[in-house]
């Protein structure tokens, strides 16, 4: 399974970016879709989720500016980052879960983009 990330950069204060990152290989389906985030000295951690459903989990720093979606059709998860703050500089990280020929579930990361929020 291969994930490739797009979208990160540099951002102004209050701008926008938007990620994507799409899944590929040999996977049956793909339950939760998520991003994460690290930033330096920082644990890594859960900025937003999506079920295959559409449920949704938000970190509650990010909720109301940042939303998360996937189509399900293209195995791709997008993150759109609304009024940035500086705070949200990071490396950010596609994760997903996918059902395998085996039937079960397994984690697969992206490899990181770099978003910087900087005037």
């Known amino acids: 399974v291969q994930l490739q990330a797009f979208g990160g950069g540099l951002v102004q204060p209050g701008g926008s970016l938007r990620l994507s990152c799409a899944a590929s290989?040999?996977?049956?389906?793909?339950?939760?879709m998520g991003w994460y985030r690290q930033a330096p000295g920082k644990q890594r951690e859960l900025v937003a989720s999506?079920?295959?459903?559409?449920?949704?989990y938000y970190l509650d720093s990010v909720q109301g500016r940042f939303t998360i979606s996937r189509d399900n059709a293209r195995n791709t998860v997008y993150l759109q980052m609304n009024s940035m703050k500086p705070e949200d500089a990071a490396v950010y990280y596609c994760?997903?879960?996918?059902?395998?020929?085996?039937?079960?579930?397994?984690?697969?990361w992206g490899q990181g983009t770099q978003v910087t929020v900087s005037s």
């Open positions: 999506i079920t295959h459903a559409g449920s949704t």
């Open positions: 994760n997903i879960k996918a059902v395998m020929v085996d039937r079960y579930e397994y984690g697969y």
């Open positions: 290989g040999s996977f049956l389906d793909i339950n939760d």
